[in-house]
């Protein structure tokens, strides 16, 4: 899989895909504006599938889906079908805490990076198609 900045991202050639993951770091409770920018000059799509990740100080099944409510919309709102989402700790050196060394030093770690391959498996299962099933 090629990994991109939105800022390498041709839009026309992401029609070519027919999985894409969209992910960044957590900041101030959404992801990087500039992934959030390249979200609002998505081209229209019908059930284009894509996954949305992150990297966060804090972690919790709630925190995660407030995190990424702000780019499910934007991609939703395009037409992707969002199929999972993936979150893990992340190094966090926001405001005061780099006073402190910052927080969650050296994640993601080598475990973290398991549950992104689980993950990664995850989808791979997702996508493909179920011969018993009829459309």
């Known amino acids: ?6 800022q390498q991202i041709n839009l026309e050639e ?14 101030g409770e ?3 504006k500039f992934l959030l920018d390249l ?6 799509v019908t059930n ?7 990297t966060s100080a804090i972690m919790g099944e709630a925190k995660v889906a407030q995190d990424h409510s702000l780019l499910r919309k934007k991609l939703q709102s395009k037409g992707y079908m969002i199929v999972d989402e993936f979150s893990c700790k992340g190094f966090n050196t926001n405001s005061f805490l780099k006073l402190f060394g910052g927080m ?3 994640r993601p770690n080598a475990i973290d ?3 992104a391959e689980e993950f990664a498996r995850n989808l ?3 996508m493909k198609p179920n011969p018993g099933l009829s459309h």
Not at 1 to 6: D, L, S, V
Not at 14 to 27: A, K, P, W
Not at 39 to 44: G, I, N, R, S, V
């Open 113 to 115: 990076l398991k549950h």
């Open 48 to 54: 284009k599938k894509a996954f949305i990740f992150s």
């Open 124 to 126: 791979q299962k997702k």
């Open 39 to 44: 979200a609002d000059k998505l081209l229209q």
């Open 1 to 6: 899989a090629q990994i991109k900045t939105p």
């Open 14 to 27: 992401l029609q070519e895909y027919s999985l894409i993951g969209f992910g960044s770091g957590i900041y």
């Open 104 to 106: 969650n030093k050296g």
């Open 30 to 32: 959404k992801h990087h």
